[in-house]
Protein backbone atom coordinates (compact mmCIF):
# COMPACT_ATOMS: atom_id res chain seq x y z
CA UNK A 1 0.00 0.00 0.00
CA UNK A 2 1.38 3.21 -1.04
CA UNK A 3 1.61 6.43 1.04
CA UNK A 4 -1.49 8.12 -1.05
CA UNK A 5 -3.45 4.82 -0.47
CA UNK A 6 -2.40 5.05 3.17
CA UNK A 7 -3.53 8.58 3.17
CA UNK A 8 -6.84 7.88 1.45
CA UNK A 9 -7.47 4.83 3.47
CA UNK A 10 -7.44 6.98 6.62
CA UNK A 11 -9.72 9.62 5.13
CA UNK A 12 -11.99 7.45 4.30
CA UNK A 13 -12.07 5.62 8.26
CA UNK A 14 -11.88 8.96 9.70
CA UNK A 15 -15.47 10.06 7.21
CA UNK A 16 -17.37 6.49 8.08
CA UNK A 17 -16.88 7.42 11.53
CA UNK A 18 -17.57 10.88 11.33
CA UNK A 19 -21.19 10.55 9.37
CA UNK A 20 -22.39 7.16 11.77
CA UNK A 21 -21.52 10.28 14.58
CA UNK A 22 -23.77 12.60 12.99
CA UNK A 23 -26.48 9.68 12.30
CA UNK A 24 -26.62 9.15 16.29
CA UNK A 25 -26.32 12.46 17.12
CA UNK A 26 -29.57 13.05 14.61
CA UNK A 27 -31.48 10.19 15.95
CA UNK A 28 -30.77 11.38 19.64
CA UNK A 29 -32.22 14.68 18.73
CA UNK A 30 -35.42 13.14 17.07
CA UNK A 31 -35.75 11.09 19.76
CA UNK A 32 -35.05 13.77 22.35
CA UNK A 33 -37.64 16.48 20.50
CA UNK A 34 -40.80 13.65 19.75
CA UNK A 35 -40.09 13.02 23.78
CA UNK A 36 -40.55 16.23 24.56
CA UNK A 37 -43.44 17.05 22.26
CA UNK A 38 -45.32 14.04 23.81
CA UNK A 39 -44.94 15.07 27.07
CA UNK A 40 -46.44 18.30 26.53
CA UNK A 41 -49.14 16.75 25.29
CA UNK A 42 -49.35 14.65 28.42
CA UNK A 43 -48.90 17.64 30.99
CA UNK A 44 -51.55 19.73 29.03
CA UNK A 45 -54.26 16.77 28.93
CA UNK A 46 -53.95 16.30 32.53
CA UNK A 47 -53.87 19.86 33.31
CA UNK A 48 -57.30 19.61 32.13
CA UNK A 49 -58.52 16.77 34.65
CA UNK A 50 -56.97 18.39 37.42
CA UNK A 51 -53.97 15.50 37.23
CA UNK A 52 -50.99 18.34 36.52
CA UNK A 53 -49.31 17.19 40.16
CA UNK A 54 -48.11 14.29 38.62
CA UNK A 55 -45.16 16.21 36.89
CA UNK A 56 -44.52 17.46 40.29
CA UNK A 57 -41.63 14.45 40.83
CA UNK A 58 -40.84 10.92 39.86
CA UNK A 59 -39.95 9.90 36.38
CA UNK A 60 -42.32 12.10 34.29
CA UNK A 61 -41.01 15.13 35.90
CA UNK A 62 -37.40 13.89 35.52
CA UNK A 63 -38.07 13.45 32.08
CA UNK A 64 -40.11 16.59 31.22
CA UNK A 65 -37.27 18.78 32.79
CA UNK A 66 -34.18 17.24 30.82
CA UNK A 67 -36.56 17.41 27.25
CA UNK A 68 -36.38 20.73 27.11
CA UNK A 69 -35.36 22.16 23.43
CA UNK A 70 -32.39 24.17 25.11
CA UNK A 71 -30.94 20.54 25.67
CA UNK A 72 -30.12 20.35 22.30
CA UNK A 73 -27.98 22.72 22.49
CA UNK A 74 -25.44 20.25 23.49
CA UNK A 75 -25.66 18.47 20.13
CA UNK A 76 -26.47 21.15 17.86
CA UNK A 77 -22.84 22.49 17.69
CA UNK A 78 -21.09 18.68 16.57
CA UNK A 79 -23.48 18.27 14.76
CA UNK A 80 -22.93 21.19 12.49
CA UNK A 81 -19.09 20.96 12.70
CA UNK A 82 -18.58 17.35 12.04
CA UNK A 83 -21.36 18.12 8.82
CA UNK A 84 -18.77 20.72 7.10
CA UNK A 85 -16.05 18.28 6.81
CA UNK A 86 -18.61 15.64 5.35
CA UNK A 87 -19.66 18.08 2.72
CA UNK A 88 -16.11 18.89 2.01
CA UNK A 89 -14.91 15.01 1.61
CA UNK A 90 -17.49 14.62 -1.08
CA UNK A 91 -17.36 18.67 -2.63
CA UNK A 92 -21.25 19.18 -1.91
CA UNK A 93 -21.43 22.57 -2.37
CA UNK A 94 -24.00 23.18 -4.98
CA UNK A 95 -22.86 26.98 -5.99
CA UNK A 96 -18.92 25.87 -6.32
CA UNK A 97 -19.87 23.29 -8.45
CA UNK A 98 -22.09 25.35 -10.63
CA UNK A 99 -19.12 27.74 -11.29
CA UNK A 100 -16.98 24.81 -11.43
CA UNK A 101 -18.52 23.31 -14.41
CA UNK A 102 -17.62 26.81 -16.64
CA UNK A 103 -14.02 27.25 -16.00
CA UNK A 104 -11.93 25.82 -18.28
CA UNK A 105 -9.37 23.04 -17.03
CA UNK A 106 -6.63 25.36 -16.12
CA UNK A 107 -8.96 27.95 -14.59
CA UNK A 108 -10.66 24.26 -12.68
CA UNK A 109 -7.15 24.02 -11.33
CA UNK A 110 -6.57 26.72 -10.20
CA UNK A 111 -9.99 27.29 -8.35
CA UNK A 112 -9.16 23.59 -6.82
CA UNK A 113 -5.82 24.98 -5.12
CA UNK A 114 -7.04 28.07 -3.92
CA UNK A 115 -9.91 25.99 -1.98
CA UNK A 116 -7.59 23.80 -0.82
CA UNK A 117 -4.82 26.54 0.47
CA UNK A 118 -8.59 28.06 1.92
CA UNK A 119 -9.38 25.13 3.66
CA UNK A 120 -6.16 24.51 5.01
CA UNK A 121 -6.10 27.76 6.62
CA UNK A 122 -9.64 27.53 7.97
CA UNK A 123 -8.79 23.91 9.66
CA UNK A 124 -6.01 25.40 11.42
CA UNK A 125 -7.39 27.84 12.73
CA UNK A 126 -10.49 25.46 14.19
CA UNK A 127 -7.40 23.12 15.49
CA UNK A 128 -5.41 26.25 16.89
CA UNK A 129 -8.30 28.63 18.42
CA UNK A 130 -10.50 25.87 18.58
CA UNK A 131 -7.95 24.38 21.53
CA UNK A 132 -7.82 28.01 22.82
CA UNK A 133 -11.21 28.09 22.85
CA UNK A 134 -11.79 24.59 24.30
CA UNK A 135 -8.70 25.33 27.31
CA UNK A 136 -10.97 28.72 28.16
CA UNK A 137 -14.48 26.89 28.38
CA UNK A 138 -15.08 26.36 32.26
CA UNK A 139 -18.73 27.40 32.77
CA UNK A 140 -21.29 24.74 33.32
CA UNK A 141 -24.44 24.40 30.89
CA UNK A 142 -26.93 23.66 33.30
CA UNK A 143 -30.04 21.72 31.79
CA UNK A 144 -32.32 21.24 34.68
CA UNK A 145 -31.15 20.43 38.28
CA UNK A 146 -29.72 17.22 37.81
CA UNK A 147 -27.93 17.42 34.25
CA UNK A 148 -25.46 20.12 34.48
CA UNK A 149 -22.67 19.62 31.39
CA UNK A 150 -19.09 21.58 31.03
CA UNK A 151 -19.32 24.12 27.57
CA UNK A 152 -15.97 21.86 27.19
CA UNK A 153 -18.52 19.58 25.77
CA UNK A 154 -19.44 21.63 23.17
CA UNK A 155 -16.29 23.72 22.60
CA UNK A 156 -14.35 20.30 21.46
CA UNK A 157 -16.15 20.44 18.46
CA UNK A 158 -14.57 22.88 17.31
CA UNK A 159 -10.67 21.50 17.48
CA UNK A 160 -11.94 17.82 16.41
CA UNK A 161 -13.79 19.23 13.52
CA UNK A 162 -10.17 20.89 12.34
CA UNK A 163 -8.64 17.50 12.59
CA UNK A 164 -10.58 15.59 10.69
CA UNK A 165 -10.74 18.55 7.69
CA UNK A 166 -6.87 18.33 8.01
CA UNK A 167 -6.93 14.49 7.85
CA UNK A 168 -8.83 15.20 4.56
CA UNK A 169 -6.83 17.84 2.42
CA UNK A 170 -3.63 15.16 3.69
CA UNK A 171 -5.79 13.11 0.94
CA UNK A 172 -6.38 16.43 -0.83
CA UNK A 173 -4.61 15.06 -4.33
CA UNK A 174 -6.53 12.36 -4.21
CA UNK A 175 -9.66 14.12 -3.77
CA UNK A 176 -9.06 16.58 -6.38
CA UNK A 177 -8.49 13.75 -9.05
CA UNK A 178 -12.13 11.91 -7.88
CA UNK A 179 -13.77 15.13 -8.53
CA UNK A 180 -11.72 15.60 -11.84
CA UNK A 181 -12.88 11.86 -13.19
CA UNK A 182 -16.58 12.86 -11.95
CA UNK A 183 -16.83 16.01 -13.89
CA UNK A 184 -15.07 14.49 -16.64
CA UNK A 185 -18.01 11.92 -16.72
CA UNK A 186 -20.84 14.25 -16.19
CA UNK A 187 -19.05 16.05 -19.48
CA UNK A 188 -19.14 12.82 -21.45
CA UNK A 189 -22.66 12.32 -20.36
CA UNK A 190 -23.88 15.50 -21.77
CA UNK A 191 -21.87 15.44 -25.09
CA UNK A 192 -23.54 11.64 -25.81
CA UNK A 193 -26.56 13.10 -24.55
CA UNK A 194 -27.12 16.36 -27.10
CA UNK A 195 -25.72 14.42 -29.56
CA UNK A 196 -28.69 12.61 -29.55
CA UNK A 197 -27.27 9.50 -28.73
CA UNK A 198 -29.83 8.66 -25.77
CA UNK A 199 -29.37 5.19 -23.66
CA UNK A 200 -31.86 2.21 -24.63
CA UNK A 201 -33.28 -0.17 -22.65
CA UNK A 202 -34.10 -2.64 -25.27
CA UNK A 203 -30.00 -2.38 -26.76
CA UNK A 204 -29.68 -5.12 -24.06
CA UNK A 205 -31.40 -8.22 -24.67
CA UNK A 206 -31.44 -11.73 -23.81
CA UNK A 207 -30.11 -14.00 -25.62
CA UNK A 208 -33.55 -15.48 -26.90
CA UNK A 209 -34.13 -12.13 -28.37
CA UNK A 210 -30.32 -11.18 -29.61
CA UNK A 211 -30.81 -14.91 -31.25
CA UNK A 212 -34.12 -14.26 -33.13
CA UNK A 213 -32.89 -11.09 -34.09
CA UNK A 214 -30.03 -12.70 -35.75
CA UNK A 215 -32.74 -14.95 -37.35
CA UNK A 216 -34.54 -12.83 -38.73
CA UNK A 217 -31.62 -11.01 -40.31
CA UNK A 218 -30.47 -13.90 -41.84
CA UNK A 219 -33.85 -15.43 -42.79
CA UNK A 220 -33.73 -18.48 -40.93
CA UNK A 221 -35.52 -19.89 -38.60
CA UNK A 222 -34.57 -19.22 -34.74
CA UNK A 223 -34.05 -23.52 -34.21
CA UNK A 224 -31.76 -23.33 -37.60
CA UNK A 225 -29.47 -20.32 -35.63
CA UNK A 226 -29.07 -22.54 -32.69
Known amino acids: MTLRDRL ?101 RIAQAVNLT ?26 SDTIQVSHRWTAAAVPVAGVVLCLHLVDGVALLENRDADLAADDELAAVTDDGMAWDAGAIASPETSAGQAAAQTGKPLEATR
Open 8 to 108: HWISDVANKATLAVCAVLLLMMLCISAMGVALEVLASSLSVVGARDLFDGGVLSWLYANTRPSILRLFLPWFGMLSITVAFKYGEHIAIMVASRALPAWGL
Open 118 to 143: AIAIFAAALVWYGAEFFGGATHLFIV
